[in-house]
């Protein structure tokens, strides 16, 4: 069966993209558009990823992960940043709050499946 | 010329000018970026759904290529130039990809300054609405105390505008970003 993502971003055209490499790698996935959009759909249903964006009108990506965080359901589940912040005070905030790793736009799609696949397997 | 009292009135008309030409450039410039952001989504809904139909034609195209090599009816010349063209469109597929991701950068940025605008038209609006307060028949000193509050006001207002911005785009291309595993 087919791994799931959940891809929570509030630009359309990201979430575009990032849905239209991760299906060609063989993934399913759900898309939300702001953090509280992503915090729903996860408790909907359990992800295997969540790739989330930084800045998003409602919620942003750190408040969604320590959101995710304290549901125990999602205390493993791996959670990528994807934004164009790319300092380290940032990525220091991201790690505390419980990411996994942080990638700073615009991302190839190749490195993309690459990290993806390091992180879940295929 | 000898000046006896302060020229408030002229002071006043200056500062309402300065305001209102103020204020109407910057509402011809909000209107210009939000007709640009408004052009962007336009041309990158276009542009990604031509996207999605080439690749999905392109994948056909490639699902019967592949069947045909498999059945070795292609002379070998040809099935390998095929497969030299397959990994050219790969790579071709991924700048595609990551050159679309400019809308992303883009907008934040056009939103990031249309809150500027926004911001520095209530900026404006304060020192009008300030310098209206000024009375000629007020003292000096009542008056140099308007002039104080109106830079005060300016001075915190510019720093809460700055403050509530998201953060500025820093990318100058379209180079990929650097990926950490924590």
Known sequence: MAKTILAVDDSGSLRQMVAFSLKAAGYEVVQAVDGQDGLNKAKEKTVDLVLTDQNMPIMDGLTLIKNLRALGSYQTVPILMLTTESSDEMKAKGKAAGANGWLVKPFDPKRLIEVVQKVIGS | ?182
């Open chain 2, 1 to 182: 010329m000898e000046v006896k009292s302060l020229p408030i009135e002229e002071l006043r008309k200056l500062l309402a000018a300065v305001s209102e030409h103020g204020k109407q450039h910057l509402v011809e410039v909000e209107a210009d970026l939000l007709q640009t952001t408004f052009l962007l989504n336009e041309a990158i809904e276009k542009l990604g759904a031509s996207f999605s139909a080439i690749h999905e034609a392109v994948a056909q195209q490639q699902h019967i290529i592949d069947q045909l090599a498999q059945s070795q009816t292609l002379p070998k010349a040809s099935a390998e130039k095929l497969d030299v063209l397959k990994h050219t469109i790969g790579d071709e597929v991924n700048a595609v990809v990551t050159s679309l991701q400019f809308q992303d950068l883009t907008s934040q940025l056009i939103s990031r300054t249309i809150n500027r605008v926004i911001g520095l038209k209530g900026l404006l609006h304060e020192l009008e609405t300030h310098s209206n307060a000024m009375d000629p028949s007020h003292e000096h000193a009542q008056i140099a105390q308007f002039l104080e509050m109106m830079s005060h006001n300016l001075h915190e207002g510019s720093h809460a505008l700055s403050g509530g911005l998201r953060r500025s785009v820093g990318q100058q291309d379209m180079a990929t970003g650097d990926i950490d595993l924590f």
